[in-house]
Nanobody, 123 residues
Framework: QVQLVESGGGLVQAGGSLRLSCAASGTIFSMDAMGWYRQAPGKQRESVAAIKSDSTTHYADSVQGRFTISRDNAKNTVHLQMNSLKPEDTAVYYC?????????????????WGQGTQVTVSS
């Protein structure tokens, strides 16, 4: 139904900034939530930020105040602005789209994933 492609990753110095982008083949407006996850080597994949269709946002405590998620429905794109980057932010970052089927009992969730983009922060 939807394909996601991330871009904008790279190598940056600690304290620097990066802006990740996620381009969707389908309309992200039809998704109930868009988000970013990350996975470092040997670590579990973790949620970083999410934005719902009503524009409410959620952030992991570790990135609160440093990262900002945004959505551009007209361009079918979501972004993750990352400021004050730290070495511990180093990971592969994945774009996620979630669709909720509220007509079912219990409610069902469907997730779509991009291929990931590498972010490396040097000290």
């Amino acid at each position: 139904q939807v394909q996601l492609v991330e871009s904008g990753g790279g190598l940056v110095q600690a304290g620097g900034s990066l802006r990740l982008s996620c381009a969707a083949s389908g309309t992200i407006f039809s998704m109930d939530a868009m988000g970013w996850y990350r996975q470092a080597p040997g670590k579990q994949r973790e949620s970083v930020a999410a934005i719902k269709s009503d524009s409410t946002t959620h952030y992991a405590d570790s990135v609160q105040g440093r990262f900002t998620i945004s959505r551009d429905n007209a361009k079918n794109t979501v972004h993750l602005q990352m400021n004050s980057l730290k070495p511990e932010d180093t990971a592969v970052y994945y774009c996620n789209a979630r669709r909720v089927d509220a007509t079912r009992t219990p409610i069902e969730f469907y997730d779509y994933w991009g291929q990931g983009t590498q972010v490396t922060v040097s000290s």
